[in-house]
């Protein structure tokens, strides 16, 4: 058969486990695509519910909610002409629930297809929910054999083979693939793979939106079967496009620019931000505006992603806090037009050093009276928090999270982290890129919202005199490089020294980051941004006794 369709690509933005939204959602783009001419609308997978659903699909109420709501959407398709719609539900077959694709035409269900390859990996726990289903047949609809691969299975060989042997005529994968730095030309690869494969064009429809840790940039896309990305949808809106197919090749011309690796984790943590506090129903956030480029960043993130009027920053100082930092966050909370509020924190540190004065005497003041000082700040940051409802955000980047430079019940206070998977050196140049570029849809102001001053100077949690991070950790180039290896690469410390690493310097990195995991436990969520976040990516136990350095020692392999 020859492909002659019209084929609307619905990039949504669903939430997990409301329906009913969602099938408005649904609805909504079904209207627009029916007055475009569609004859096909292609919705991201999973779309009724949303993704990932994880555990909450075991509530048969659940898997019912979205099989009545296949009836609703079906109405949709009962007029004459009206065009199909191809929707993501979970579909209890025989008892048995699966990962389901269905087509929804003339008003009721005409073909059910079964996800195959369900990803067991990272932060995805399919197995676990979902049955496997049959490699897939092609659908019969209006003279054309749809091919459709739900999300994994285009990233493997054996569903675009099965498809090919059936002939079908086009392969369309309903996805949910979440955001990673350089995800992008990797989803480019297997798609070109599958094309090549069966010589038949691809439609990739992807979701957007943010779902906890995990987000959506959308960057849904059409290769045809030479291979050529004839369009290419918008990364971080949702949008729909109408792209035609006739005799078998897709002549739409559509080419949004793809966002460079610093716009896209921007991006990434603004839609993080936004759709977890809304989502959840948050008024706003609060955010401890210390004058250091964490809670600059997070300040300039969130005011982008909720706007100023939702924002309040709050500067805590303490008697070791400089007048460099007290000026640096109040031109920042300007410059970021939000409200700011100074609380010292002297009288309250005094307070305690009364309270524990027994319980500590004839001791010398170390790390717990430094962290008595975040612990306040935290206290009250939780305390306006009760008050008033909006969300604490917490700063502390990845760095820091990896090898435990945070305080547990302080610092880490709070109930999301924009920064959680993002490393230090990045969050400088994130600073950069943000003074320098105003992010598409961007609810901040257009000019620089973090002064020079916070980037340029020495980090410091300034909990004691002339404290600088570096007289606890290596600089932050060499941390990152390290810490990147380990966790990112999974590399050994064996391979870090043949590359020319310190090994005093490695072993001691590799342990604080093995010793970090039980602070990591209890950190709030946050977006991921890298192969390996903080999260369902790492799962590591607390209680450990390997490292790779002992290793080396025994003239083991590390």
Known sequence: MTINLKIYIAQLNPTVGAVASNCDLISSAYEQASQAGADLIVTPELSVVGYPIEDL?????LVTAARDALDRLSALTKAENAPGLLVGVPYLDRGKLHNATVLLDQGKIQQVRYKYDLPNYGVFDEVRVFEQGPLPAPIEFR???LGVMICEDMWFE????SLYQQNADILIVPTCSPFEADKHPERMVHATARVA??????????????????????????LNKDGTCPVQMKAWQEEGALVEF??????????EAVPSELEAIYQAMVLGVKDYVNKNRFPGVLIGLSGGVDSALTAAVAVDALGADRVRCVMMPSRYTSGESL??????AEALKVSYENIAIAEGVAAFDKMLEDAFSNTTPDTTEENIQSRLRGLILMSLSNKFGYMVLTTGNKSEMSVGYATLYGDMCGGYNPLKDVYKTTAFDLCHWRNTHFPTGALGPDSEVIP???IVKPPTAELRDDQKDEDSLPPYERLDAILRALVDEEKSVKDLLD????????????????????????????????????????RYPITNGYRSAHLLKENKVG
């Open 143 to 145: 003279g054309c054999r």
């Open 452 to 454: 020079v001053n916070i």
């Open 158 to 161: 054996a569903s675009a083979k």
């Open 57 to 61: 699909v075991l509530k048969p109420s």
């Open 197 to 222: 494969e069966t010589k038949l064009p691809l439609v990739f429809c992807n979701q957007i939106g943010g779902q906890d840790e995990l987000v959506f940039e959308g960057a849904s896309f059409v």
């Open 499 to 538: 590359q020319g690493f310190d090994k005093e310097e490695l072993a001691r990195i590799e342990h604080l980051l093995y010793i970090a995991e039980y602070k990591r436990r209890q950190a709030p969520p946050g977006v991921k941004i890298t192969r390996k976040n903080y999260g369902r990516d790492r």
């Open 327 to 332: 000026t640096d966050a109040e031109q920042c």
């Open 246 to 255: 006739q005799q078998g090749a897709c002549i739409t011309r559509l080419h």
